[in-house]
């Protein structure tokens, strides 16, 4: 069995279709539908972590203006990948899905607590929270797998530039969606 689990990063309203869309996202959308229903089908846990802001939360006043404001619709999981019982739905106030959100011991309480080894990552956005929490996956040491069709940013240059370090600083695997499915076993 392998001990893998789908990260679902931020595949929210606001940043999909509200306050900081962005419309490369949508191409996002069928491959992490993909990938998730792929990974319940053989038992890979699929976990969510959704920003759920406060107003005062730094990354609101400092730099990004009101956003996933927690209990909003803005801050719910877009329709088309909406979780199902056996997901898990963690909220987080910063860029990393790590921070303060409970994530690192649901990992090592999985697989009957032999823990998850391997992270897949994908949803929004390339160069900051998937990067943030790729970070704090690395220093924690899960190896990792970015999902390169199944991440987006706001620009070609933020995705591919943020591909590049996540390969280059964290060792990051980058592959397709289909590779990643294929690797399901
Ligand atoms: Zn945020």
């Avoid at 306050?19 to 089908?41: C, G, H, M, S, T």
């Avoid at 969510?48 to 404001?69: F, M, S």
């Avoid at 019982?85 to 990393?96: G, Q």
């Avoid at 591909?163 to 076993?185: D, S």
Wanted: proline letters at 3%; hydrophobic letters at 40%; a positive charge.
């Amino acid at each position: 069995m392998s001990t893998k689990a789908v990260i679902v990063v931020d595949m929210l309203n606001d940043f999909v279709t509200g306050k900081l869309k962005v419309d490369r996202a949508q191409r996002v959308i069928p491959n992490i539908k993909r990938l998730v229903e792929a990974a319940r089908a053989i038992h890979i846990p699929v976990i969510y972590v959704n920003d759920a802001h406060y107003p005062q939360d730094l990354e609101v006043t400092r730099k990004w203006g009101e956003h996933a404001i927690k209990g909003t619709k803005g801050a719910e999981i877009i329709p088309e990948l909406k979780p199902v019982e056996s997901d898990y739905v963690l909220e987080k106030r910063t860029y990393s899905g790590f921070y303060e959100t409970g994530l690192d011991p649901l990992l090592r309480s999985l697989y009957k607590g032999k823990g998850v080894k391997t992270l897949v990552l994908c949803g929004l956005h390339t160069h900051i929270c998937i990067r943030h929490t790729a970070a704090d996956a690395f220093f924690r040491g899960y190896s990792i797998v970015i999902v390169k069709d199944g991440v987006e940013a706001f620009t070609d240059e933020d995705h591919e530039q943020g591909l590049k370090y996540l390969k280059q600083v964290y060792g990051a695997k980058i592959l397709t969606t289909a590779e990643v499915i294929a690797g399901f076993c």
